[in-house]
């Protein structure tokens, strides 16, 4: 689901295609940069970034 989020669409930065799941604080400490593109990571790239958002969003969650 992530990584079909940030192919979605062409030549865009993880920082827009992830701003509805970024915080709009700018509090996100993420494992990889806001500025690089989908097509630039690796695997493990995305292995990480996933991992940061699925528990950074169980942390937030009422029944956390």
Avoid at 44 to 50: P, Q
Wanted: charged residues 25%.
């Amino acid at each position: 689901q992530l990584v079909n989020q940030c192919f979605q669409q062409r030549r865009k930065t993880l920082r827009n295609c992830l701003r509805s799941q970024l915080d709009p604080a700018g509090g996100d400490t993420l494992p990889v940069s806001l500025d690089a593109r989908p097509e630039t990571l690796s695997v493990a790239d995305f292995v990480a970034l996933s991992n940061h958002l699925v528990a950074r969003s169980r942390d937030r969650s009422p029944n956390g």
